[in-house]
């Protein structure tokens, strides 16, 4: 049986519908408690970023919050604009 706290694999694959997401992001989002790509909404990118170093105990770069920015914008906007679904068109 798997324990609670492991990653679903239907969750994960939910998340890598989000352009610039790959496993490796996917697993950072379920590590930061969220479960489907609706769990985005109304998140705040640069909060979830803060979240995401405090659990790595270390700095992550800068291009994940980008990528932050992305996917809230793609789980919020039901038709979204090609060009600000490549995580690179939200730098700072």
Not at 1 to 16: C, E, G, S
Not at 29 to 57: F, H, I, Q, T
């Amino acid at each position: 049986m798997p324990r609670a706290d492991a990653p679903d694999p239907a969750a994960l694959k939910d998340f890598r519908r989000i352009p610039g997401v790959g496993p490796s992001v996917a697993l950072d989002l379920w590590s930061l408690g969220l479960r489907r790509v609706d769990d985005l909404r109304g998140r705040d990118p640069e909060e979830l970023y803060a979240r995401l170093e405090k659990l790595a105990g270390c700095h992550v770069d800068r291009c994940m919050v980008y990528v932050l920015r992305c996917a809230v914008y793609f789980a919020e906007t039901p038709d979204p604009e090609p060009q600000r679904l490549k995580w690179w068109n939200w730098k700072d």
